[in-house]
């Protein structure tokens, strides 16, 4: 099947990276889908891929992006005729820059006639707060919970999920309108890193027991700090290496500036660190993403969590909606919509 696509097509600049071209779509395997997408989010990952720091990125020129919403107009062999002309919310593994996508049934949810701005934000960002929050170590009651970049797409539904489950939140974000983002969706504490050492903020206070780090490079030699006995960091992001100009040499750096671990001293401290990538959880245990997906539908649809839209772009912007992301001033999901 003849469609088209927007193709990362060279590392850099957000202006020469992307190009609208014609794709030529392999046949449907059983278990597999065909999406007509009128939208898809964007993700940090993907403005990591765009800077060719994402190693599980295809190759260049390749269709990057991870979810979409749209019309399922085709099932695989012996596949379920029951989603047909279904509106749904899909992962992908890559392809969903493209104006079709194909994924698996385990991969969609039906959606009806709910916005595509709010439940793209529900698919890879959603599902990884939950994952973390819910799933992987669920937070205990009365724990101390930090969260980077928490008016992001991952980091609103991080402090909605955190209360849910009884924590104080402590929401490190990088503006005065961030503050008041966090504080509305229930944070506790607001640090304004612009304006204060959070470290030295939080050296005052009782230590932290859990952190959900997107940045990994110094912030997280500075959390392990700041962690009680008991205490679990979450790495799913090395965003404090997006920009580097350096290549490889700055890839040492990013590693420098997290140290060294000794799992002795884990051990003996009873600290946990745990790394977190969706893709790996998508392609091993299907079934842990469909379940997390479903769990988020019932809060959403029950209105026990909030959804924050960021920016909504047309797909010929995608050059200005990547720059948006990753200038640190996004707040909420960004989706692109076609044409």
């Not at 295809?58 to 002309?85: A, F, Q």
């Not at 404090?240 to 060294?260: D, H």
Request: glycine residues 10%; contains cysteine.
């Amino acid at each position: 099947m003849k469609s088209e696509a927007i193709f990362l097509v060279k590392k850099g600049p957000s202006s020469d990276a992307f190009e609208k071209r014609h794709i030529v779509l392999p046949d449907l395997n059983s278990g597999e889908v065909l999406i007509k997408s009128e939208a898809f989010g964007l993700n940090y990952a993907d403005v990591m891929a765009r800077n060719g720091m994402y190693r599980d990125a295809p190759p260049m020129p390749c269709v990057i992006g991870y979810e979409v919403v749209g019309e399922v107009i085709g099932v695989g062999p012996n596949g379920s005729s029951e989603l047909m002309g279904k509106r749904v919310l899909a992962f992908c593994r890559f392809g969903g820059y493209g104006r079709h996508a194909i994924t698996t049934e385990l991969a969609t949810v039906a959606i009806g006639d709910m916005p595509s701005s709010e439940v793209l934000a529900l698919s890879t960002q959603g599902v990884t707060a939950y994952y973390m929050t819910d799933v992987l170590a669920p937070i205990q009651k009365g724990e101390r919970v930090l969260v980077h970049a928490a008016a992001g797409g991952v980091g609103s539904f991080l402090i909605q999920l955190a209360k849910r489950r009884g924590a104080t939140v402590i929401a490190k974000v990088g503006s005065s309108q961030k503050e008041a983002r966090s504080k509305e969706l229930g944070a506790d504490f607001t640090i304004n890193y612009k304006e204060k050492d959070y470290v030295e903020v939080l050296k005052k206070q009782p230590k932290i027991d859990v952190s959900y780090n997107p940045f990994g490079g110094s912030t997280f030699s500075k959390d392990m700090k700041l962690m009680n006995s008991g205490g679990k960091l979450f790495l799913f992001g090395g965003s404090e290496l997006s920009g580097g100009r350096y290549g490889f040499f700055s890839s040492l750096n990013f590693l420098r500036k997290m140290g060294i671990v000794i799992p002795a001293v884990l051990m003996m401290s009873s600290r946990s660190i745990l790394g977190v990538n969706m893709l790996k959880i998508a392609d091993h245990r299907p079934k842990v993403m469909q379940e997390c997906l479903a769990a988020l539908m019932e809060l959403y649809s029950k209105e026990q969590i909030k959804v924050c839209v960021g920016k909504v772009y047309a797909v010929k912007d995608i050059a200005l909606a990547h720059d948006y992301l990753e200038s640190g001033a996004s707040m909420g999901k960004i989706s692109i919509t076609w044409d």
